[in-house]
């Protein structure tokens, strides 16, 4: 996924640059990067891997020897980032998050118009951002580009960057990832997650619309193009992504996640009985609440993450090796599980792998019975806008995989529309399914119109299409 942070301020803005950046941690695994602007000593950067080490402890002695009263940073999923560009629209950083699926045409367009080559990065890719900066220098000005950009993408792109001058931010065209500005005293931050100024002494000050582009300085933000008229925001901020103290829209995901749990808890209304309620840590906790508040059934934690040295940030990338960490995080409370029916809470079912790893190690641990309730509808369709998965096909789904030995490879959408459907025969039966490959004792999706009610932002600007396959 990733996040990004910006300040401009009358006075030093490192500091608040450094915690703000930091605050975006559990949205990326790989990749961090700050970069500064000072009058006297010009632009200055440091970008860190940060697979293996929380970004404050790579950025520490940066944050030291940093000097500037302009900054940007970024915590990234893949690429490196900021980068520094020279070009007609003069010196700057520029920081990015989103997804371009057309790149390769993309590529032919800027070599065709002036663009001479791109830099390769390791497995053969091109940088996303750089590929924004190559559609942003298209035009004379800095704001044309970027809305240039923005329109040629096929995806997502919200971009952030850094000039002698000040920031220039702009919200990605459908508005699918949220930015935000803070105000202090003498500064302005721009910031992807609102909770991240708010231990730093910023209020609230501006939620971008869909499209909109602002230039923020010390004394103020100025929007340069007003926002679009549709949005899409992702719905899986509120299920997942989001960290529990942000809002979006004007709806905060701690909050809005009890509502889903609440839901979850009157479909299941006298159908099953469990001892407690729990939730898959930490993104299933909160939901689970919710589940437990309004069920009555007591909500416990039968097994504690261990957070010390693996967080919820830290996730190698190799799968065997994620499905080992996801193992050996979770501590379990024997006299919490054995003998009881257990009623669990995950944010989702992406693969299954982890969660049926976390069934057994339950079921070794004594449980009777393994009930599991995901806060989402079942995921059909790989994301088209955002890297919220590191899955490359569909068929790495479980719910596709199991489509394509019921169907054959290859389905028809309207034959994969009907299993999307929670009133459908088709649909029960891949539950049942899936239920029966990860042995869990009952199994009930989160129903889309719920999920829909449970976030209470108007359906049309909701970005549903993982779930709905529409776009």
Request: aromatic share 10%.
């Amino acid at each position: 996924m990733g996040g990004f942070f910006g300040v401009a301020s009358k006075t030093s803005c490192v500091l608040d640059l450094f915690f703000g950046i930091d605050y975006h941690s559990h949205l990326g695994t790989r990749r961090a990067g700050m970069a500064v602007y000072d009058t006297a000593k010009g632009f200055d950067r440091a970008i860190h891997n940060i697979e293996n080490s929380p970004f404050r402890t790579k950025f520490e002695q940066d944050a030291a020897l940093l000097t500037g009263n302009l900054g940007i940073g970024c915590i990234s999923d893949y690429e490196p980032q900021p980068l520094l560009v020279r070009s007609h629209l003069g010196s700057f950083a520029i920081t990015t998050v989103g997804r371009i699926n057309n790149v390769d045409k993309l590529m032919q367009y800027c070599t065709a118009h002036g663009h001479t080559h791109f830099l390769e990065m390791s497995g053969g890719m091109v940088n996303p951002t750089e590929m924004v900066v190559a559609l942003i220098n298209q035009k004379a000005t800095m704001t044309e580009g970027i809305r240039y950009a923005q329109e040629v993408i096929d995806g997502s792109m919200s971009i952030l960057i850094l000039t002698p001058e000040g920031l220039v931010a702009a919200r990605d065209r459908m508005g699918r990832t949220p930015v935000v500005i803070g105000k202090k005293e003498d500064a302005f931050c721009v910031s992807f997650e609102s909770f991240a100024y708010v231990n730093l002494g910023y209020e609230d000050y501006k939620e971008l619309g869909p499209g909109e582009i602002v230039q923020v300085t010390p004394d103020g933000a100025e929007t340069l193009l007003e926002p679009l008229d549709k949005m899409r925001i992702c719905s899986f901020l509120w299920v997942y992504f989001g960290y529990p103290t942000s809002t979006y829209e004007g709806v905060n995901v701690e909050e809005m996640r009890y509502k889903c749990g609440e839901l979850l808890a009157r479909r299941d209304e006298g159908d099953i009985h469990p001892d407690m309620v729990a939730g898959v840590p930490d993104s299933g906790t909160a939901h689970a609440i919710g589940y437990a508040n309004e069920s009555r059934v007591p909500f416990a934690r039968p097994f504690i993450k261990y957070t010390p040295t693996w967080p919820r940030s830290f996730m190698p990338t190799q799968q065997s090796q994620r499905n080992l960490i996801a193992r050996m995080k979770l501590i379990p409370v024997h006299r919490l599980i054995k003998g009881k029916s257990l009623l669990m809470i995950d944010d989702s079912i992406v693969r299954g792998t982890q969660l049926r790893e976390t069934t057994e190690f339950l079921y070794n641990n004594g449980a009777r019975e393994v009930h599991i309730r995901p806060a989402c509808p079942p995921l059909l369709f790989g994301c088209r806008y955002l890297n919220f998965s590191r899955s490359r096909s569909d068929m790495d789904l479980i719910t596709r995989r199991i489509i394509a030995k019921r169907e054959g490879e290859g389905a028809e959408k309207e034959i994969l529309m009907d299993y999307a459907n929670p009133d459908s025969q088709n649909y029960k039966e891949m539950l049942e399914e899936i239920r029966k490959e990860l042995n869990f004792t009952s199994l009930k999706f989160h129903r889309l119109d719920d999920l829909k009610k449970s976030i209470d932002v108007d359906p049309c600007k909701l970005c549903t299409y993982c779930w709905s396959g529409v776009e």
